[in-house]
């Protein structure tokens, strides 16, 4: 099993900046992928930003110049940036790990419990 806890969120005004955190403990894998997904009322959960193992990256086109996902390793941990933050990004935004194997397949996705992030305009 695998513990996520976010921390983070809060009330920005628009075009601010928050700084999301999550803290991944547990079993987890060396092949993995850590990131955000957000759910505004009335929509689908949607990917916000990932972060391989491997190093690499992958935004949600509605954010790409404007956030930064990044990962400390070590303390499997990872963040997400946020700048320039408009009305329409308030969402609740969770973690995400996704344990591999090493040919790719899914062992293992957990969440966690969700942060919120209201940006007023």
């Known amino acids: 099993q695998v513990q996520l806890v976010e921390s983070g969120g809060g009330l920005v005004q628009a075009g601010g900046s928050l700084r999301l955190s999550c803290a991944a403990s547990?079993?987890?894998?060396?092949?993995?992928?850590m990131g955000w997904y957000r759910q505004s009322p009335g929509n689908e959960r949607e990917l916000v930003a990932t972060?391989?193992?491997?190093?690499?990256?992958n935004y949600a086109e509605s954010v790409k110049g404007r956030f930064m996902i990044s990962r400390a390793n070590a303390k499997n941990t990872v963040y997400l940036q946020m700048n320039s933050l408009k009305p329409e990004d308030t969402a609740v935004y969770y973690c995400?790990?996704?344990?591999?194997?090493?040919?790719?397949?899914?062992?293992?996705?957990?969440w966690g419990q969700g942060t919120q992030v209201t940006v007023s305009s």
């Open positions: 972060f391989t193992s491997g190093g690499s990256t």
């Open positions: 547990g079993n987890i894998f060396s092949f993995n992928t």
């Open positions: 995400n790990v996704i344990n591999l194997y090493g040919a790719g397949l899914v062992a293992g996705r957990y």
